[in-house]
């Protein structure tokens, strides 16, 4: 274990985008659940306030989840074309 994290054999940071993920998520929904508190606390428009936040959690959410997929892609097509390379200089 310690022999291929050393030799980089290992990906660990696929690992550590699945927390970034949630992380981010948590935020976009605290973010678009205060663009709404602030609409109605500071006397904004309701529908205005509601409408912005509700918009930042969908396409926040949205937003977050496609960077953390394209940044998958790339290690899911390196170990992809690692194991075509480990094919071909077998043979």
Known sequence: ?????????????????????????????????????????FGGSILAGLFSGLCTIV???????ISCELIILSFNIYGKLRDIAENTAVK
């Open 59 to 65: 396409f926040g959410v949205i937003g977050v989840r």
């Open 1 to 41: 274990m310690l022999k291929s994290f050393l030799n980089f054999d290992e990906m660990i940071t696929p690992k550590i985008i699945t927390i970034i993920y949630w992380l981010g998520i948590i935020g976009v929904v605290i973010g678009g659940l205060m663009a709404i508190g602030t609409s109605i606390t």
